[in-house]
């Protein structure tokens, strides 16, 4: 069968080779234009100063003040007069008085008659428990024995913190509990004196002073036929309910 048409006039023969001339062509002129590099062009700039050559400016006026000049200093005389000294002035002497080696003092001899030594007696504290005569607190004169009267005294003391306690309302607030120990002498007249106190707060002790100050006068113990000293102790509790 014969063909019908030229193959030398085929329109789509060469396609692919002109297809791959033509790429190749935007190819290149793709990465010519990548490659194309543009410069700043320099700039100049003139800068310009303008200077005034016209300048003037305000000068202050000042005004020149005259004073007038110091006085001379005064001038000495021509005749330098000399005056004697009238009155004659005592130099007074100052002797020491420290004693050197030769100094010799006479022995003070002193006679024993003339010396007059007091005897002072020591007043001594004895204990309750083994004092002879024990001190009576008012009201107890009634008892004979000396049993009756220690007993009475304690009851008596005991009496005497239970009508004048009162809790410190400080420590009450801060709840503030425990004993208080206190030991006092009733001395030769009858008083209560060197109170001493042990306890856990300040307050509390302070009210157990106070009350143990406010004890009354009694008849004082006796050792020996003697007044003497009684040292007495006793614990005081503060308790909160």
Same mark, same amino acid.
């Given at each position: ?5 030229? #193959?030398?006039?085929?329109i789509?023969?060469? %396609?692919?080779l &002109?297809?791959m001339?033509? /790429?190749?062509?935007?190819? @290149? /002129?793709?990465?010519? %234009? ?8 320099d +700039?100049? =700039? %003139? ?9 003037k ?10 004073t007038?000049? #110091? ?13 004697e ?5 005592? *130099?007074?002497?100052?002797? %020491?008085?420290?004693? +050197?080696?030769?100094? &010799? ?11 007059? $030594?007091?005897?002072? *007696?020591?007043?001594i504290?004895?204990?309750?428990a083994?004092?002879? &005569?024990?001190? $009576? @607190? ?11 009267r ?6 008596? $003391?005991?009496?005497?913190v239970?009508?004048?306690?009162? &809790? #410190?309302?400080?420590a /009450?607030?801060m709840?503030?509990?425990?004993? =208080?120990?206190?030991?006092?002498v ?11 106190k ?7 002790e302070e009210?157990? $002073?106070?009350?143990?100050?406010? /004890? ?15 040292k007495? +102790?006793?614990?005081?509790? @503060?308790?909160?309910?």
């Amino acid at each position: 069968m014969k063909p019908k048409k030229n #193959p030398n006039a085929e329109i789509g023969r060469n %396609s692919s080779l &002109y297809f791959m001339i033509g /790429l190749a062509s935007v190819l @290149f /002129l793709t990465w010519q %234009s990548l490659e194309v590099k543009f410069y700043e062009k320099d +700039s100049k =700039v %003139s800068e310009v100063v303008e200077v005034m050559d016209d300048l003037k400016e305000d000068v202050p006026v000042t005004e020149m003040l005259r004073t007038t000049p #110091p006085p001379p200093p005064p001038s000495a005389p021509d005749v330098i007069e000399i005056v004697e000294d009238v009155e004659e002035v005592e *130099e007074t002497l100052i002797e %020491s008085t420290e004693s +050197s080696q030769e100094t &010799y003092i006479e022995d003070a001899i002193v006679n024993v008659d003339d010396v007059n $030594v007091e005897e002072v *007696e020591e007043e001594i504290a004895v204990p309750f428990a083994i004092i002879e &005569y024990v001190p $009576v @607190f008012p009201g107890c004169e009634i008892y004979k024995t000396q049993e009756e009267r220690k007993a009475c005294f304690n009851e008596k $003391v005991k009496e005497h913190v239970r009508n004048n306690f009162r &809790y #410190p309302p400080s420590a /009450l607030e801060m709840k503030i509990t425990g004993r =208080v120990y206190v030991q006092f002498v009733i001395d030769s007249n009858g008083n209560v004196t060197d109170i001493q106190k042990r306890g856990p707060d300040r307050l509390l002790e302070e009210e157990a $002073v106070r009350i143990i100050a406010s /004890l009354p006068n009694v008849k004082p113990g006796e050792q020996r036929g003697k007044p003497v000293g009684v040292k007495y +102790s006793i614990p005081i509790n @503060f308790i909160v309910e």
